[in-house]
């Protein structure tokens, strides 16, 4: 396993590069990262435009709410969507909570890694490596969605099942993976209705898993509020 800072314009993300499953709690022992935090797993990807203000307005509650109760929130690592847009909220706001993210490590772009867009696929392009976040663990993989078991495998390891949710914004077709792996740990899923795409199709069709619960994304405070009193605070 290899541990390094990654410099941006600002500031150092400390990255990790685990080998196999065994090499993760020397994962969290290296980034010096707690075993007990009350953990936010977020799932979600794109934002579409139209979509823009009322997910903005929620991550920057659960933002908000993470930096209130000391939580650690866990996600994808690519500098795009949800994922974009909380590392950016964290940055302006200047929140000091632990953001981790977790990505294939042959596919993004970053300072001291690779650097050419273009992958050896056609059909996958490198994205550029989130900006703004404490963490970055780089899991072996070379296509978006191999680190969906490893994001699991993490928030198991970071936080007990008691302390954890998940929260998803939007969603596209990769996630949907995420939402299984979530479900089979049996980590409750709160879907924020009204940011399209998936979220929105569990408010269209009634009969879902029980552990999937729906909130409006227009009402943040519901979500805040919910956020605190599942993570025990």
């Known amino acids: 396993m290899l541990a390094q800072a990654v410099s941006f314009a600002r500031p150092q993300t400390i990255c990790a590069f685990p080998k196999s499953r065994d090499d993760l709690p020397g994962v969290i022992r290296d980034l010096g990262l707690r075993k007990d935090n009350p953990l936010i797993m977020l799932i979600g990807g794109f934002i579409h435009p139209e979509h823009a203000d009322v997910t903005h307005e929620v991550l920057q509650s659960i933002a908000n709410t993470a930096e209130q109760?000391?939580?650690?929130?866990?996600?994808?690592?690519?500098?795009?969507?949800?994922?974009?847009?909380?590392?950016?909220?964290?940055?302006?706001?200047?929140?000091?909570?632990?953001?981790?993210?977790?990505v294939p490590q042959d596919m993004p772009i970053y300072p001291g890694g690779p650097t050419m867009r273009q992958y050896m696929r056609m059909e996958d392009k490198r994205l550029e490596l989130a900006r703004y976040y404490s963490h970055m663990v780089l899991v072996p993989g070379g296509r978006y969605g191999n680190e969906a078991s490893w994001i699991v495998d993490l928030a198991a390891g970071l936080s007990p099942r008691e302390a954890s949710i998940s929260i998803l914004v939007n969603g596209v077709n990769v996630t949907r993976k995420d939402i299984q792996l979530n479900l089979q740990a049996r980590r409750k899923i709160f879907a924020l209705t009204g940011t399209s795409r998936i979220a929105d199709e569990y408010a269209a069709r009634p009969l879902h898993d029980p552990l999937i619960r729906l909130i409006p994304a227009a009402d943040t405070d519901i979500l805040a509020r919910t956020i605190r009193n599942e993570l025990g605070w």
Do not use: D, W
């Not at 109760?69 to 847009?85: N, P, R, Y």
């Not at 964290?90 to 929140?95: D, K, Q, V």
């Open 69 to 102: 109760v000391g939580a650690l929130i866990l996600s994808g690592g690519t500098h795009t969507g949800v994922m974009g847009t909380t590392g950016q909220i964290r940055a302006l706001e200047n929140y000091s909570f632990p953001l981790v993210g977790v």
